[in-house]
Nanobody, 112 residues
């Protein structure tokens, strides 16, 4: 089983990034997928999730209206489109195949 995140980096406030998480080694479409983040000195928090077929999504209040989770089951990939980024979005972002599998994380830094 492998989950590999990509797309992180340094972006200015107000900018956008799209994270990707490529999955392998399990039946991707059977799993709800989640994005978590962990800022320095803080607990890991769930920020978005999406059902196996992609029809249901949920967001944390802190990102609702700015972030969009989506998935392509043909590509075994889940995405997180992040718009209107703020410095407080700075964190390591992890994807998770609920509940069992985790990626290694990708750093997102929002700074001018």
């Amino acid at each position: 089983v492998q989950l590999v995140e990509s797309g992180g980096g340094l972006v200015q406030p107000g900018g956008s990034l799209r994270l990707s998480c490529a999955a392998s080694g399990f039946t991707f479409s059977r799993y709800a997928m989640c994005w978590y983040r962990q800022a320095p000195g803080k607990e890991r928090e769930l920020i978005a999730d999406i059902s196996g077929a992609g029809g249901n999504t949920h967001y944390a209040r802190s990102v609702k209206g700015r972030f969009t989770i989506s998935r392509d089951n043909a590509k075994n990939t889940v995405y997180l489109q992040m718009n209107s980024l703020k410095p407080e979005d700075t964190a390591v972002y992890y994807c998770n195949a609920r509940p069992a599998y985790w990626g290694q994380g990708t750093q997102v830094t929002v700074s001018s």
